[in-house]
């Protein structure tokens, strides 16, 4: 990191103070602490950054609450790839003026991608006049300092940034698990499909150095984690502007080697970059979860070259059978846009027809929703609502045909599955992750979270399975959880 982004880190620390005598004094005011609820939209990449403001405002002494209704300070993370992410914002914020007439100390903040388009910013200002704080993506290292002007003023404090080149190391993080964690390796895109917003509210390809990540996740294993998420907007293409370039493959081989960590994941590789050397260490690996999301988004080749995705329906075919043949058995995911501007049903059929012919174990089907700056927005053709929504629902059929039918597959095997959760249905169920992304729902003890169990997946519904724990023979556990955690296979 260099001197300056070392400068800023130390000047935000100082702004943490400031803050904490601010919580202090709330305290004395209200016999408690302050509670502030962080509520993420969007992708991974958002996930990681509330983690991190939330780490701010842990350090300032905040106690962090999932209830809106209980906080004093309300921060919404946004995305807005789709207008129906900005539309639930707006939704949401109407509620958020109603809580504030209730409790007028409450502070009102957003940041994220949707905060870096000018007009929202302007329809903010004009009609959402109660929201205290608004920041953007390239500046949430700043995020004390933001607090500490927003909680000693009655003013909008407004601060959005056109772009950034900075990469702040090391500030303070409060992750959602203990056991898993996401890894930023590189920030921005400069793909520019001809539909997305991406590029211009997250700004241009920057990647950190691979001394930095492999740093953090070190940390993060030491600190309990193991499974980590390497985030990018095309992790294919990390490390090109580095001053030593590196591939995205060789850190991927540096990352295996870190002691203690199981499982490692990444998001998102884009076809066109996907290299043999990448296929390779994927099969060597032994940590690398058999999972690749590989987002396709059309399968007509007209579509694909006005998305401007750089890559024709051949060549993703001739991809995706290359990493199936390289790795039988990785799990394909993938997103597909439906209704870009100039699609007739025919070219949803090629789409179709790639989903068929791959095979997907899943996919993100989304309605193609244009955005004011982008290419495709300005586009003539817009495809009419009837057209779209069959198109949409004959490719989700399709979809959903696959992935069931690569679903059942597994039926009767034994796997090892991550821990994750209590089940939110039964308390008496745990939910688990295999390493090909797919959820099995079982009965064990909580206590289990975190730890790695071998599972039979019985029951196959569809996207997931229910099962039942086993040993390495297959065997069903009856042992009581005492012993079980003394098995070497749970830790
Ligand atoms: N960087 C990732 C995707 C980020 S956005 C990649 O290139 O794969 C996640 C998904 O949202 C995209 O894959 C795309 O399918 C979808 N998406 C992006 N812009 C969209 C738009 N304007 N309308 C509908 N879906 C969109
Ligand atoms: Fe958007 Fe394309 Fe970049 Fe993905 S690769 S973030 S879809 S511009
Ligand atoms: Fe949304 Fe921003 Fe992610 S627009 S999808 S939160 S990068």
Not at 112 to 127: A, F, N, P, T, Y
């Amino acid at each position: 990191m260099s001197n300056e982004n070392i400068l800023e880190r130390e000047r935000q620390k100082e702004y943490i103070e400031k803050c904490r005598d601010f919580v202090s004094a709330f305290q004395t005011a209200h016999g408690r602490f302050p509670k502030a609820c962080v509520v993420t939209f969007g992708c991974q990449m958002n996930a990681r950054d509330s983690e991190k403001l939330s780490g701010i405002l842990v350090q300032a002494g905040y106690t962090l609450t999932d209830a809106e209704e209980e906080a004093d300070f309300v921060l919404y993370n946004t995305c807005t790839v789709r207008d129906n992410a900005n539309q639930r914002v707006y939704g949401r914020l109407g509620y958020l003026n109603s809580l504030k007439k209730k409790k007028p100390h409450l502070k009102i903040a957003l940041c994220g991608c949707m905060m870096q388009e000018q007009s929202v910013i302007e329809k903010i200002r004009k009609s959402y006049r109660f929201v205290d704080l608004i920041f953007g993506t390239h500046n949430i290292f700043q995020f004390a300092e933001l607090l500490s002007r927003t909680l000693s003023s009655e003013e909008m404090v407004v601060e959005i940034w056109e772009g950034t080149d900075r990469i702040v190391e090391n500030l303070p993080v409060k992750r959602k698990y203990s056991y898993k964690s996401g890894v930023n390796i590189m920030f921005g895109c400069n793909n520019f499909c001809s539909y997305c917003i991406v590029p211009y509210v997250r700004g241009r390809e920057r990647s950190r150095e691979p001394k930095d990540i492999l740093r953090e996740i070190e940390a993060l294993v030491e600190d309990g984690v193991s499974e980590v998420m390497l985030l990018g907007q095309n992790v294919n293409s990390y490390g090109k502007n580095l001053e030593n370039s590196v591939s995205f493959a060789e850190l991927l081989k540096e990352v295996e080697k870190i002691e203690g960590l199981r499982r490692i994941r990444f998001m998102t590789s884009h076809p066109k970059d996907l290299s043999d050397e990448l296929i390779e260490v994927m099969q060597r690996s032994t940590k690398i979860c058999r999972h690749l999301h590989l987002p396709l988004q059309a399968g007509s080749d007209r579509i694909l070259e006005a998305m401007n995705r750089r890559y024709t329906k051949a060549q993703y075919l001739a991809l995706a059978d290359k990493i199936k043949h390289a790795i039988p058995d990785i799990a394909i995911t993938t997103d597909l846009i439906v209704g870009f501007p100039g699609e007739t049903p025919e070219d949803v059929e090629e789409t179709i027809d790639v989903v068929r012919k791959v095979q997907f174990d899943n996919a993100f089907t989304f309605i193609y929703s244009p955005r004011t700056g982008t290419p495709a927005a300005a586009m003539e053709n817009q495809v009419p609502e009837d057209i779209l929504h069959e198109g949409f629902d004959k490719l989700l059929a399709a979809v959903q045909e696959t992935a069931k039918a690569r679903a059942a597959l597994l039926q009767g095997r034994v796997m090892e599955a991550l821990v994750e959760e209590v089940n939110d249905q039964d308390p008496a169920f745990v939910t688990g992750r295999l390493g090909n992304n797919m959820l099995v729902h079982f009965k064990a003890d909580r206590r289990l979270i975190g730890k790695y169990v071998m599972v039979v997946l019985d029951t196959c519904h569809g996207f997931y399975y229910t099962g039942r724990m086993v040993d390495w023979m297959g065997q069903t556990k009856h042992t009581r959880l005492g012993k079980m955690v003394d098995n070497q296979w749970l830790n």
